[in-house]
Structures are given as structure tokens and as C-alpha cells.
């Protein structure tokens, strides 16, 4: 707003003293002092209102008025209610530095010229973003121009004075306003991304309003039209596991309609780049796809290198050596309804295969997913290892991979749904892409053998009894422990002789009766007596491998 707008308005009770050359000046905040030395609180055209506190003599006047001209302030405005009319030091300063100068009548707060200023100030602001949303809106519809969405945010954050973040559901950052300094911790990001996912499951309208560590955010869901098309007749969760959200730093609940309709508009813009990149994966789909199916149909390893080939450029552009490979495997499933789940577990492995610390898009553009039934498989490029490489493998584990989405997706599966995945080891070759792929299968099944709405496993597990005691039938299992432990556990109830606890720490200690009786602080010939108890009470012999294993198995399926 101008500073003539100012004076135009009578209830403000402003009087003109000096500059009359200088009311087209735009004023673009207010602020009130009464130190000497405001500078560090001053970004320049503000309006600067002041009760004259800091006048003690004619001397600090020049002072005073110097550092508000060097600041670049718009205007400064003397109240008449310390001094009653304003000094003649003041004004001729003010002259002497082109400062427009206001007497502010005593009848008038100052809380009502800075309310009047932030309302029109903001309204104006509000009005020229909401015109670059639209004109980005249309660059960004018509082609890749327009800056993508990290522009808007930086103008939320320039012109409205909003921190705001484009974060994934598994809780990464896409985009941010300002520099790397006002990035969202990870634990936080979390926090918000669930709080969106469950808000998004109970079919509440945003935005949602989040207090994460006494601060208050505002979450709009960001509805791509890609996915999102026919709105309230598409059950929710066909997306609510790959749909943004925008989180602002604010509290949304007071906002007038103008400015929540400007936020809508941010969404839709973001959302029409989330569309455009998601087309862009069309290639790397198909390459996944392709693959897929020389694998699964037994294709000559020739002729799935050839394709690998092929898809090594696309995935990591510049790679001068063929990389290696990964495989994860992943299968969204929903209780009591008729969702297809390969396409949401699809993209949501195109999301959390990402390093959850890595911002902005691109690193996703890297990986390759196909779908097939309600089955999602990743092909996961790696860099190739040297010959001489000696060091622990590298790649994705299942471990980290869990434990960077586990709390966000929870959220959004939480009472129907689950996800679980399961990562293989890497291969070099085409010849091993097979092997990998059923690695990776058998992980999957092992996390979906455990509780809890979404589960891991890696092909590390592959090589323990841990991978064959999930695929026990539940029959068999209280069938074998119930013969081994039964007779324990009903020996332990009626003589406390604690025969279960016993038998756990021999295991542990792998037969040694000496290491046994000091961990359980116990007399060696006590040890050997309730180990003889047991033998009698099962018809075991704890001095065979095979009774050892057996009593070992059935603790473990207990």
C-alpha cells in the first residue's frame, strides 16, 4: 500500500508534517520502537511508529532519524501523547533525510494503524502471489517451465511470511521454501505426514491443523488429477499412501477465505508438477516391466542383459559401467475390500526406496517399478562394486528402509491395511536377477508372517531358522510346543521350580553346566537336577542334538 492511503484514511488520525514528495512511497510492514538503535529489527519500508521514549534532548534526534533513512523505512510516525505536539528537531530531520514524517493523534492507538497496515498490506500481497500461482499454474500445465513448486513456496515464505513444505507420505521433503537452514527435522516430517495419512483415512477436509513440539502447522492434501480423478467416488485408499501433503507453519483455523483459497491454489499447482513427473516415470515402468518378464518367463540371460542395458542409461544417466542390482518386493493389502494393490504398492516403493534424508525429486527418477496383480517389484540400480572391494556390501537394507516410513504409513494403514516388503541381496549379472527376485519374495513373506501394519525383512534373514518357523502352520506349531513345553510349564505352576527358565539358559549357554549354573546362580549339582527333571517329564535326552534342537525350536514357537 501507499503511504497516500495512509493519510486518505481518517480514522488512522495521521497529520502530515513533512515529505510531501514521498507519499507514493509502498509501505510493506509497520513496526513500533522506542530505541535508539532499531536497526537490526529493520528490513526496510516499514512504517515505523514511535512514542518519542527514546528522546531525552534535541541530540538523539539525528541519530535516530539517520538509522531509519539508512534502513530504508517508509515512513516514521510520531505519537502526540508523550509530548503533545512533535518537536522541531524531529521534523527538520526528517526533512534533512527525505523521511516522510506523521503526527499520530493521541486518540488513536497505535495497535490500530499497525492492525490497518498488516490487514491492507497482506490483502495486496495475497492479491499479487495468488496472480504468480496462476501464471505458474499455466506455465507448469503447457510444459516443464514455471520453477516448479519450490518457487511458490519461496514466495509464501517472501511475501506472506509462511515457512511451508511439500513432504511425501512416507515423510520425506520434496520442496521448501527458503534455505537449507528452515528444513524440517526428520522426526518431525514423520510426525506430519502421519498426522495427514490418519486425518486423510477419517475422511476429514483439510486443512488439518498438527502441534508438533509447541508449534502449529496447517496440512493441505495435495489431489493429483492423475490419480485422483473422480474425486469422492474413488475409495480413498487407492491413494492415500502416494498423495503429498503441504504443510504450512501457521495455523490456518483465523485465515479469511481469500488466503485459504490462495493455499488451495499453491496445492493445485504442486499438483500439476507431481502429474508431470509421475508421466515421466512412464519409461522407467515399462523398462521394469519388461524385465520382469523375460525373469519370470525364464528369458536367456542374454537376452535380459541386453535389456538391462538398455534400461542402464535411463536410470543412471552418465554410468559408465553397468551397475548392479537389487530387487525389493512389496504388497499393499486391505481387509474386506476389492482394491487392486500392485498400483498403490507401486507407487509407494517409487517413494520410500528414496533416501528418506534426500530433498527434492530427482533421486526417485532412478528407480524402476512394475506392478503385477496386487505384487509391486523394484528394480534398484547400484553402482559397480571394484574387483577389489573388500568392504561390507552396499546397497538398501530392510532394517533402515523400515524404520524411515514405519511411523508415517502406520498412520495411513492403520485398522485395514498393511504393507510389507522384502529386500534381496545384490547381483552382477542378468543370470542373477531370477534368484534375486525369489530372494526378495521369500523376505516378503517372512515380514508378512509378523505383526504389525507394515513389516520387513531382508535376505539376510534367508539364512536362519527364522525363515522357516513363520511358515509353520499354526496347528503344528501349538501341536510341537505344546508336546515339548506342556509338561514344563504345568510342573513350574504346581512346584515353582522354574524347569522353563532352566531349560532357556542351558540352551543358551550351549550345554555348559558351569556357565549355566553362575548365570542362573545356581549349585551344579542343583543345575543337574532340574535338568534331569526335565528329561524325565518330556522322555528327552538334553545331551543330544537332536532333543537340543527340538526344545530349542519349540521355545522359539512358543
Same mark, same amino acid.
Given at each position: ?8 484514511? &481518517? ?22 520502537? &522506542? ?81 490497518? !497496515?498488516?490487514?491492507?498490506? +497482506? ?37 506472506? &511470511? ?49 502441534? *508438533? ?19 469422492? +467416488? ?5 491413494? !492415500?499412501? +502416494? ?57 536367456? =540371460? ?8 538398455? $534400461?542402464?542409461?535411463?536410470?543412471? =544417466?552418465?554410468?559408465?559401467?553397468? =551397475?548392479?542390482?537389487?530387487? *525389493? *518386493?512389496?504388497? !499393499? ?31 526417485? @527418477? ?31 537394507? #530392510? @532394517? ?13 494403514? @492403520? ?32 515380514? $508378512? $508372517? ?46 515353582? #521350580? ?25 549349585? *551344579? ?34
Amino acid at each position: 500500500m501507499r503511504l497516500r492511503a495512509l493519510l486518505d484514511t &481518517d480514522a488512522l488520525g495521521l497529520r502530515l508534517l513533512g515529505g510531501e514528495d514521498e507519499l507514493d512511497r509502498t509501505v510493506r510492514g509497520v513496526m513500533t520502537t &522506542d530505541l535508539r538503535d532499531p536497526s537490526r529489527y529493520l528490513a526496510g519500508g516499514e512504517l515505523v511508529l514511535t512514542g518519542l521514549a527514546w528522546r531525552r534532548d534535541a541530540s538523539d534526534t539525528e541519530p535516530f532519524v539517520r538509522i531509519l533513512a539508512s534502513a530504508g523505512v517508509a515512513a516514521l510516525a510520531a505519537g502526540e501523547a508523550e509530548l503533545g505536539d512533535i518537536p522541531a528537531d524531529i521534523v527538520e530531520a526528517c526533512a534533512r533525510h527525505r523521511l516522510p514524517l506523521f503526527a499520530v493523534n493521541e486518540s488513536v492507538a497505535f495497535a490500530t494503524i499497525t492492525e490497518h !497496515v498488516v490487514r491492507q498490506v +497482506s490483502g495486496e500481497r495475497a492479491g499479487d502471489l495468488a496472480a504468480v500461482v496462476d501464471r505458474h499454474r499455466r506455465l507448469m500445465t503447457s510444459g516443464p517451465a514455471g520453477g516448479g513448486p519450490d518457487v511458490v513456496l519461496d514466495l509464501l515464505g517472501t511475501d506472506l &511470511d509462511l515457512r511451508a513444505w511439500v513432504l511425501s507420505p512416507a515423510g520425506r521433503t520434496i520442496a521448501g521454501s527458503g534455505a537449507a537452514g528452515t528444513a524440517l527435522p526428520g522426526a518431525v516430517c514423520a510426525r506430519l505426514a502421519g498426522e495427514h495419512l490418519a486425518a486423510a483415512r477419517t475422511g476429514r477436509r483439510g486443512p488439518h491443523r498438527v502441534a *508438533v513440539e509447541g508449534v502449529t502447522y496447517s496440512l493441505f492434501p495435495v489431489r493429483t488429477s492423475g490419480r485422483g480423478a473422480g474425486g469422492a +467416488s474413488r475409495d480413498v485408499r487407492e491413494t !492415500v499412501l +502416494s498423495d503429498w501433503v503441504l504443510a504450512v507453519e501457521a495455523d490456518a483455523g483465523d485465515w479469511p477465505e481469500e488466503r485459504l483459497d490462495l493455499l488451495q491454489g499453491v496445492t493445485q499447482l504442486i499438483a500439476v508438477e507431481r502429474d508431470r513427473r509421475d508421466a515421466a516415470r512412464t519409461v522407467r515402468r515399462r523398462l521394469a516391466q519388461e524385465v520382469l518378464e523375460l525373469v519370470q518367463t525364464g528369458a536367456a =540371460p542374454a537376452e535380459i542383459a541386453a535389456r538391462l542395458r538398455v $534400461a542402464a542409461p535411463v536410470l543412471l =544417466p552418465g554410468l559408465g559401467t553397468a =551397475p548392479h542390482w537389487q530387487v *525389493v *518386493v512389496a504388497r !499393499v493389502e486391505w481387509e474386506g475390500g476389492a482394491i487392486e494393490g500392485g498400483p498403490v504398492a507401486q507407487a509407494l516403493l517409487e517413494e520410500i526406496l528414496v533416501d528418506p534424508v534426500a530433498a527434492g525429486p530427482e533421486p526417485s @527418477d532412478r528407480i524402476a517399478v512394475a506392478h503385477t496383480g496386487d505384487e509391486a517389484i523394484a528394480l534398484v540400480p547400484l553402482p559397480a562394486v571394484s574387483a577389489e572391494h573388500d568392504g561390507p556390501e552396499t546397497g538398501l537394507l #530392510a @532394517d533402515a528402509l523400515l524404520e524411515s516410513v514405519r511411523e508415517p504409513l502406520s498412520a495411513g494403514l @492403520d485398522g485395514d491395511g498393511r504393507l510389507t516388503f522384502g529386500v534381496s541381496a545384490s547381483v552382477h549379472s542378468a543370470e542373477g536377477l531370477r534368484g534375486a527376485l525369489e530372494e526378495a519374495r521369500h523376505a516378503r513373506r517372512v515380514a $508378512a $508372517a509378523r505383526p504389525g501394519r507394515v513389516c520387513a525383512a531382508g535376505h539376510q534373514e534367508l539364512a536362519s531358522h527364522v525363515l522357516l518357523l513363520p511358515f509353520v502352520p499354526d496347528d503344528v506349531r501349538r501341536a510341537f510346543t505344546a508336546r515339548l513345553l506342556d509338561p514344563l510349564r504345568e510342573y513350574d505352576q504346581r512346584h515353582r #521350580a522354574e524347569l522353563i527358565p532352566t531349560l532357556e539358559a542351558f540352551l543358551d549357554c550351549d550345554g555348559s553346566w558351569t556357565r549355566c549354573a553362575a548365570r542362573l546362580h545356581l549349585h *551344579v549339582n542343583t543345575l543337574r537336577y532340574r535338568v534331569g527333571r526335565i528329561e524325565q517329564l518330556t522322555s528327552r535326552d538334553l545331551s543330544r542334538l537332536e532333543d537340543k534342537l527340538d526344545f530349542f525350536l519349540a521355545l522359539r514357537m512358543s
